[in-house]
């Protein structure tokens, strides 16, 4: 799986939209990008994903750049809830088999202040 | 519909002892996997397994660790002779046959601490 790039840490006001960035630079065709965020003292929680297109369900809204190399997850207003460490993760599309694995980095750890 | 149910939430083993954590996927999901996570880290995958087989433990030390998921029951993992740099937090996931993103659902963790 090819590596992400992602800033340490970002801070947002409550109520207001946040942009968390990653960089994917070797990015394959095959590759989907995940974010899976995890609050603390709990496991890891699925996002949103996509391919090529972006993607909005009732979490967030994922932007993907049009050469693939890079994606931001929309948040589109920050909760006090929504602090949490937030990771973006390419994985093959090939979900079966041996590639049943997620290859998590450090993520952006997102404050949120009332 | 309960999700992935991990127990014990928190444990403390001297050196030495064994720890045994305790995976029961979500219902419905055949597929299990382990992660750890030390302080400050992101996960790091050990082991992914079916019911009563291995298929991937590429990321499971050699020596200590080992897993399974017998066909009734919950996964296991199981560590022997516990030392001070197993403390960390290991985090289970199920999902359904073939997997989906969206279907990859964790546990909460469990919480080692070795002293």
């Known amino acids: 799986d090819a590596k992400t790039t992602q800033p340490n840490s970002m801070e947002s006001n409550e109520e207001e939209p946040v942009h968390l960035p990653c960089n994917h630079s070797t990015i394959s065709g095959t590759d989907y990008i995940h974010w899976y965020r995890q609050l603390p003292s709990q496991g890891p929680e699925y996002v949103i994903h996509?391919?090529?297109s972006n993607v909005n369900n009732r979490m967030a809204s994922l932007a993907i750049a049009e050469d693939r190399k890079s994606s931001t997850l929309i948040l589109h207003r920050a909760t006090l809830r929504d602090a949490a460490v937030y990771y973006c993760i390419l994985r093959d599309g090939n979900y079966g088999g041996s590639q049943g694995n997620l290859i998590f980095g450090k993520g952006t750890k997102l404050s949120v202040k009332p | 519909n309960a999700g992935v149910m991990q127990n014990p939430r928190h444990l403390v083993r001297r050196r030495g002892q064994e720890a045994r954590l305790r995976c029961s996927p979500m219902?419905?999901?055949?597929?299990v996997y382990w992660y750890r996570q030390l302080p400050e880290e992101g996960l790091k995958f050990m082991v992914y397994?079916?019911?009563?087989?291995?298929?991937?433990e590429s990321g499971m030390p050699k020596e200590r660790f080992s897993a399974e998921f017998p066909k009734e029951g919950p996964s296991i993992l199981r560590i022997q002779q516990v030392v001070r740099g197993d403390s960390a937090a290991y985090f289970c996931?199920?999902?359904?046959?073939?997997?989906?993103?969206?279907?990859?659902?964790f546990g909460s963790g469990t919480r080692l601490t070795v002293v």
């Open positions: 219902k419905g999901h055949s597929h």
């Open positions: 996931a199920s999902s359904p046959a073939g997997g989906n993103p969206s279907g990859y659902t």
């Open positions: 397994l079916q019911k009563e087989n291995i298929i991937d």
């Open positions: 996509g391919l090529t």
